[in-house]
């Protein structure tokens, strides 16, 4: 299983930014896909994540309303919609595929096959 991140870059506050985490190695079906964000010093916080088949989705109270989680099932990829992007957004953001199948979970210890992060930095 492999995942990779990208999409990340410098943007003023108020800006947007589209995340994407390409899944490849297996079928994904049935499991949820996290994103999470990380600083240097602090634990890595959940952001938010979608159920591959459902499209259910969860997100952190930080970010709801202003970020939008999606998949796209033919390109084995999700997707992180960031608007009205805050200089507390800052952060190196990870995805990573859920352990089991079913909901969405928020938990960090609940997702495995960590991607290599991407740098978002908004400027204030």
């Known amino acids: 299983v492999q995942l990779q991140a990208s999409g990340g870059g410098l943007v003023q506050a108020a800006g947007s930014l589209r995340l994407s985490c390409a899944a490849s190695?297996?079928?994904?079906?049935?499991?949820?896909i996290g994103w999470f964000r990380q600083t240097p010093g602090k634990e890595r916080e959940f952001v938010a994540a979608i159920n591959w088949s459902t499209g259910s989705t969860t997100y952190a109270d930080s970010v709801k309303g202003r970020f939008t989680i999606s998949r796209d099932n033919a390109r084995n990829t999700v997707y992180l919609q960031m608007s009205s992007l805050k200089p507390e957004d800052t952060a190196v953001y990870y995805c990573?595929?859920?352990?089991?199948?079913?909901?969405?979970?928020?938990?960090?210890?609940?997702?495995?096959?960590w991607g290599q992060g991407t740098q978002v930095t908004v400027s204030s």
């Open positions: 190695g297996r079928t994904f079906s049935r499991y949820s």
């Open positions: 990573a595929v859920q352990r089991w199948s079913g909901p969405p979970s928020r938990w960090l210890t609940a997702y495995d096959y």
